[in-house]
């Protein structure tokens, strides 16, 4: 599988923007999650969102919960994430990733597939 990540750019704070996370090569399978991740220069990769591919149950870290919102088109093998009402310290570089595990894992390491990022820059 390979995953492409799209759509970041340079927003005001308060700003939305939507990233879409594209899976070619072999088609992604029920027991995948599409997890989100964020990487801000000099820091760790962030866990941000999860999805399972099957049932579309979701996860989201606490920093994000009730202003982005995942989603899934199976038709277009494409996970979206929805940013709403955008801050400064969501600036960073977006990825996209694939998990075979079971559940909905927050951590990089249960993730494989790694796309090429998406850089959200938010300006105050």
């Known amino acids: 599988v390979q995953l492409q990540a799209s759509g970041g750019g340079l927003v005001q704070a308060g700003d939305s923007l939507r990233l879409s996370c594209v899976a070619s090569g072999r088609t992604l399978i029920n027991r995948h999650s599409i997890g989100w991740f964020r990487q801000a220069p000099g820091k760790g990769r962030d866990f941000v969102a999860a999805?399972?591919?099957?049932?579309?149950?979701?996860a989201y870290a606490d920093p994000v919960k009730g202003r982005f919102t995942i989603s899934r088109d199976r038709d277009e093998n494409t996970v979206y994430l929805q940013m709403n009402r955008l801050k400064p310290e969501d600036t960073a570089v977006y990825y996209c990733?694939?998990?075979?595990?079971?559940?909905?894992?927050?951590?990089?390491?249960?993730?494989?597939?790694w796309g090429r990022g998406t850089q959200v820059t938010v300006s105050s």
């Open positions: 999805i399972k591919w099957s049932g579309g149950s979701t």
């Open positions: 990733a694939t998990s075979s595990v079971s559940g909905l894992p927050v951590e990089t390491t249960w993730y494989a597939h």
